[in-house]
């Protein structure tokens, strides 16, 4: 379980989270939404320790993650993908997700390894559907494949907690219908936090959502009930017109 409590983030001055309380149960596909400069992204860096919190606690399984390192907080299970790409295009994806498996060893371990595919790393194979590209170079994979390797990345270091940063941001129809159905799936076992903005796919895979805006959570529900909030229409009007959740289907 991850349990925010009172954050506080401020940059000169300026207030980018305003105590957030936030409180996501183990097993949870949680969608964060939120116009832009709402905090979306420092929420994400509090919780992995690329940000330091002025205030405020932030738990997960247990464990205080303020003022903890960010390797040490990969350690304890939490990962996180950019909006910027990580991925080697020159090496292939098996070669990819078998660097991603490996940053949360000790290197005796690494040392020591035999060679051949992980357990890890075929897993994650398997989840995103990408076993007959695995031998392929990474730069020749389409926009969507590359973010499910991205995930795939992510899954082969073996996270409890998956922070993902918009991750259906320009892919078809199609691709964001499989995205779907992996995050629901990844969910099963796995504690999921997507940022997101694109309220149809929204409508079609969250069951619970949290509304930041200006560094607060605003309102949290279900799609329908955070859409059909006044106080969330009103934040989203006159900003990007895509975001405009009272739009319905
Ligand atoms: N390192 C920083 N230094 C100063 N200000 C920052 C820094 N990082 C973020 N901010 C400010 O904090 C506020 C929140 O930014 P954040 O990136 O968390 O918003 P967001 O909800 O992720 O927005 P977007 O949808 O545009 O990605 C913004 O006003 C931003 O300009």
New binding site residues.
């Given amino acids: 379980m991850l349990e925010l409590r009172d954050v506080q ?1 401020v ?2 001055g ?1 207030r ?2 305003d105590g957030v309380d936030l409180t996501v149960p183990e097993g949870e596909l949680r969608f964060l939404i ?12 509090v919780i992995t320790g690329l ?1 330091r919190p002025a205030a405020g606690s932030v738990r997960f399984g247990g464990h205080d993650l303020v003022g903890r390192k960010e390797h040490q907080i990969v350690r304890l299970g939490v990962g996180r993908t950019f ?1 910027t790409s990580v991925v080697f295009e020159e090496l292939t994806v098996v070669e990819n997700l078998d660097l991603a498996a490996s940053f949360r060893k000790p290197l005796w371990s690494l040392a020591r390894r035999r060679r051949g595919v992980t357990e890890a790393v075929e897993e994650a194979l398997a989840r995103t559907g990408l076993e007959e590209l695995a031998e392929r170079s990474a730069g020749v994979l389409s926009h969507g494949q590359r973010q499910w390797l991205e995930i795939g990345m992510l899954l082969a270091q073996r996270p409890r907690l998956l922070l993902l ?2 991750p259906v941001a320009g892919m078809s129809r199609e691709e964001r219908e499989r995205t779907g159905e992996l995050l629901t799936q990844i969910a099963a076992d796995h504690t999921v936090i997507v ?1 997101e ?1 694109d309220m149809e796919f929204l409508r079609r895979h969250a069951s619970k959502v949290t509304v ?1 805006h200006e ?1 607060k959570v605003l309102v949290e529900g279900s799609v329908d009930q955070v859409s059909g909030d006044p106080r969330v229409q009103e934040v989203y009007l006159g900003r990007r017109p895509s975001d405009a959740v009272s739009e319905r289907p």
């Fill in positions: 983030v940059f000169d300026f980018a989270l939120g116009p832009n400069g709402a905090g979306k992204t420092t929420l994400i860096d940000t909006q940063d918009e940022v903005h930041l560094g």
